[in-house]
């Protein structure tokens, strides 16, 4: 069974702070890692990662992925109030009969204080 | 941008009720998604769906619960007979190809069974 794993479960920080969030996995048929972002309704997606050392970045907030080591981080520089949200790592792998399918892990409550 | 739409976004039903979710994909795309999370927990595949037929569909997804496009521009999610445990939020996806990512999710509909 595929599974997605990301630590810490909850994390409370001070403003300007750097915050790194992790995410393990192990599935079969791997074919990308992906980061969304939970407030208070849909995840809105943040990055796609399908090699492994190439970060992604998107103003304060990268991402990484290790293929061999099987886990990708998350960082957010400078954290502001805003990015006090669940954070979801989810895996996208082939499920057959040109099927994919998203594993998402419990995700990771951020919460920024002033 | 174009966005996928869900109504209701919130539906009480009593217990043994039967539900529509509806969905309206985001135009040109081909597969559509549902999935849902229970309060306080994952995310979860329910079903994928591709050519008017489903594609793929996970363990949740039982005979209570059936997908439909009626037409060219819905794509509908009913449960026949609610029980409590289907109170949750469900998300509504589609893709324009069958990679699933990156998965744009509608604003969900929370059903709440009581």
């Known amino acids: 069974e595929d599974k997605v794993v990301q630590s810490p479960l909850s994390l409370v920080v001070h403003e300007g702070d750097t915050v790194t969030l992790n995410c393990s996995y192990e599935?079969?048929?791997?074919?990308?890692l992906l980061w969304y972002k939970q407030e208070k309704k849909a995840p809105t997606f943040l990055f796609m990662l399908t090699s492994s050392g190439i970060e992604k970045k998107s103003g304060r907030l990268s991402s990484i992925l290790d293929k061999k080591e099987l886990f990708s981080i998350l960082n957010i520089t400078a954290t502001q109030t805003g990015d006090s949200a669940v954070y979801l790592c989810?895996?996208?792998?082939?499920?057959?009969?040109?099927?994919?399918?998203?594993?998402f892990g419990k995700g990771t409550k951020l919460s920024v204080i002033p | 941008e174009p966005e996928v739409t869900q109504t209701p976004s919130h539906q009480v039903t009593q217990m043994g009720q039967e539900v529509i979710l509806r969905c309206v994909p985001i135009?040109?795309?081909?597969?559509f998604y549902w999935y849902r999370q229970i309060l306080g927990q994952k995310v979860e595949f329910l079903v994928s769906f591709y050519n008017n037929e489903i594609s793929e569909k996970s363990e949740i997804f039982d005979d209570q619960f059936s997908v439909e496009r009626p037409d060219g521009s819905n794509f509908t999610l009913k449960i026949r007979s609610t029980k409590l445990e289907d109170s949750a939020m469900y998300f509504c996806?589609?893709?324009?190809?069958?990679?699933?990512?990156?998965?744009?999710f509608g604003n969900g509909t929370r059903l709440t069974v009581t």
């Open positions: 989810a895996v996208e792998a082939y499920s057959g009969a040109g099927s994919y399918q998203l594993t």
């Open positions: 996806a589609s893709t324009e190809g069958g990679r699933v990512s990156p998965l744009h």
């Open positions: 599935v079969t048929n791997f074919r990308s």
């Open positions: 135009s040109n795309h081909l597969y």
